[in-house]
């Protein structure tokens, strides 16, 4: 009777001290520290992105780590395209897909520990990375180059190979999206995506990675706004009782914290209003659920999660396991960490954006002189790295080169087409990272074929461009990146310089998982 007591005791205790504010991880704006915001809210953590680090972002990230040494401070750095800090000097490394077709698990470590060392030393103690999703789907909107692939071994391999450089660093890392995104062909962000597919295929490519990562310790899950029917045919996994607690906590048992996507997505608040998604998801399993930048957003999930705590609709219970967690992983947080050896890192960076060449189609080396290199100015890029065509002249020799929009326009073609006539080859990179090649490549590629001149077309975001392309080129290699680094060893391979030995992660067109034509 007297230990009941005291269980209900320390239960009313930890009821009275539980505060909505525990439960949320905010997004703001601008590029100071939010400190009114962390006052009002007291939040768990908060999210950085690129806005957010515009100025001085070494000195705000610290100084919110001076003011608050318990705040969890989130980031997207994945590599590739999803690169929160962008601060001169700071290595763009490959995104995954890259680091898969290097194959090189050793490789791909020393890129998380890298990365992990950009975070570290900016002061963000929580990296949202990396990406396990299997993305058995070329036509995924929103997940692409950030997979490790379409096979979940190599997932497995290379995940957690990045994840181990993450921990070396001193981040906590993040496994998403559970239970799963590589499969998808609506974009969470605009709409809710349903993956209806059997258990056991579920059970053998999506959750594989996932099930890895929880026997290996994962600190932090983000769960995926997707609605599985063999899982879960009522709810989402985000708001899912099934899912996270009976199946991530229970049968795959895992006692980490596990963090919403933004709940603020048009899967989620678009249905059920970020509110009340906020109290469904904590009640499925979640402990933190992600706010983002939306107007009235975070007011909306205060409020919620206040009345439910008040109203006891989250139990005293409930909380307290949240809070258990959230503590768990405070203790593991480190101070921000020393500067890292930048030129380290930028040779590493190389290393990599080289290694991941994949070499698929025709001949190399091919020379300079009489070759046109016509490449697409890439609005991610824009104004902070050279196109494939302006770097040409430096490592293809003797090479002349045309700039055209990333949606070339009929002036566009045009020009492009009159230098081609005067020049021996033409070297076509084209460029989309989600969803497909937009058609205006596809038509300038095929006015430069239709000069009879060969193309040899380098592929410098997702690999499937092949499959646009009719009739077949007449040489084809992928960075899977269009970064300044990957653009060059592009271009060197192009030249002889190294012969390209990265393989396939992905099936494309003709060519299988693994296939790659150099070592």
């Known amino acids: 009777m007297k230990r009941r007591l005291l269980a209900l005791l320390a239960l009313f205790s930890l009821a009275f001290a539980a505060h909505p504010g525990q439960f949320m991880i905010l997004s703001y704006r601008g590029a100071e520290p939010p400190t009114q915001l962390i006052e009002r809210y007291r939040p768990a953590g908060v999210i950085l992105f690129p806005s957010n680090l515009a100025n001085d972002p070494v000195g705000t990230v610290r100084e919110l780590r001076r003011r608050y040494p318990d705040l969890l401070v989130l980031i997207d750095q994945e590599g590739g395209p999803f690169f929160s800090y962008r601060a001169p000097g700071v290595p763009r ?8 077709a290097a194959g090189d698990s050793e490789l791909t470590r020393a890129v ?4 992990g060392q950009e975070v570290a030393y900016l002061g963000a103690n929580v990296d949202l990375a990396p990406v396990l999703d299997v993305n058995v789907n070329p036509k995924n909107p929103i997940i692409g180059l950030r997979s490790f692939g379409a096979d979940p071994e190599g997932v497995i391999r290379h995940g957690l190979a ?42 053998r490519v999506e959750l594989a990675p996932f099930r890895t990562a929880v026997r290996a310790g994962v600190p932090v ?54 509110g ?21 957003t975070a007011e ?15 139990a005293p219970a409930r909380a307290a396991a949240s809070e258990r967690r959230l503590q768990a992983a405070r203790a593991r947080l480190r101070p921000p960490a020393p500067e890292p ?69 009929g002036s566009d073609i045009t020009a492009a087409v009159a230098r081609a006539k005067k020049f021996d080859r033409i070297v076509l990179g084209t460029y989309h990272w989600l969803g497909r090649l937009p058609e205006e490549q596809v038509w300038l590629y095929q006015a430069l074929v239709r000069t009879g001149k060969p193309v040899y077309v380098v592929a410098l975001g997702n690999p499937d461009d092949y499959t646009y392309l009719d009739p077949a080129p007449a040489g084809y290699l992928v960075t899977y990146g269009y970064r300044a680094a990957q653009v060059r060893a592009a271009l060197e391979a192009l030249s002889g ?8 992660p992905v099936p494309v067109g003709p060519f299988p998982i693994g296939s790659g034509i150099g070592r």
């Open 300 to 314: 909306a999930v205060y409020a919620a999660l206040d009345e439910a705590l008040t109203s006891g609709r989250i």
């Open 276 to 296: 009340e998604a906020a109290v469904r998801a904590v009640l499925a399993g979640a402990d933190l659920v992600l706010v983002g930048r939306g107007g009235g």
């Open 162 to 203: 990045f994840a181990r450089g993450l921990e070396e660093a001193g981040v906590l890392w993040t496994a998403k999206h559970f239970p799963g995104h590589g499969d998808t062909q609506t974009d969470s962000h605009t709409g809710l995506p349903i993956v209806d597919k059997p258990l056991e295929a579920i059970e």
């Open 341 to 409: 050896d930048w030129k380290a890192l930028a040779a590493l960076n190389l290393k990599a954006a080289r290694a991941g060449v994949t070499w698929l189609a025709g001949e190399l080396p091919i020379p300079g002189a009489g070759t046109l290199v016509v490449a697409p100015r890439v609005r991610a890029t824009w104004g902070a790295e050279p196109s494939l065509a302006e770097l040409a002249p430096k490592y293809l020799p003797g090479a002349h080169y045309q700039v055209v929009g990333e949606v070339p326009s």
């Open 93 to 100: 490394f490959p995104a995954a897909m890259a680091l898969a």
């Open 497 to 504: 310089s190294f012969v390209p030995g990265g393989k396939l």
């Open 112 to 115: 998380g520990r890298a990365i």
């Open 221 to 274: 899950i983000m769960t995926a706004h997707i609605l599985y029917p063999a899982l879960d045919p009522d709810a989402p996994a985000t708001l899912s009782r099934k899912i996270l607690t009976g199946l991530l906590r229970g049968k795959m048992g895992y006692d980490g914290l596990i963090v919403t996507d933004d709940m603020g997505m048009r899967a989620i608040s678009g249905r059920w209003g970020a």
